[in-house]
């Protein structure tokens, strides 16, 4: 898969929306599902865009030029592979959004996809929503379960305000919190010990089975 993530990198940062495809669908070809595809191929890519950046080996304008470009493939790849979906009569419903001031997004469209792939209804907020309007959104709603993704360790100050507030909620929905920092740091104190901390997709992908065979879904995979 290395050399596949690379040649995906340099068609993200030249803006090469059909080259990007073509390597998407030839891992997918290859691997024969989503999950090798989100997991392997885009969050590996996007993992390498940021160090990139992080180390000035780009700018803003090639970050931003790179996940657009991922951001289509991701969109074009969802859209042919829900397209025939039949749905359960009850779907169970999750909501999902990055905590105030944090703007990236890419890896909360792949959850929110991979639970949509799963036969769940789902609403995507994506970057930077306040907490006042995710809490009126939720209370009218009334999802299951609220994915909040947090990436840059400044914006943890954010974390612990949301995920109290959201625990708190009347109809108690299990709050999920994803995103790179998950798995490098320990987040447990920004949290409960309610909250369900996933530290990528392949966890994400088995708590979705458990789910779908009967788990309660505050229930720890």
Known sequence: M??????FVKALLSGNQKEAWNISQMVLKQQGHSLPLYNGLITESMREIGRLWEENEINVA???????TCDFVLSLYHSKRTANLRYMNEQPKAMFLCIEEEQHD???KLTSHLFEQKGWKTRLYGANLPLDA??????????EVI????TIPYHLVNLNKFVRTLEDLPHRPTVLVGGRLV??????????????LLKDLNELDRWLENYSAGVKVNDKY
């Open 134 to 143: 995710l809490v009126s959104a939720a209370i009218e709603w009334k999802p």
């Open 2 to 7: 290395r050399n596949e993530v690379n040649l």
């Open 147 to 150: 994915g909040l993704s947090v």
């Open 183 to 196: 798995a490098g740091y320990d987040l447990r104190s920004h949290c409960s010990d309610q909250t369900l």
């Open 106 to 108: 890419i890896g909360l």
């Open 62 to 68: 090639d970050e931003h030029l790179a996940t657009s």
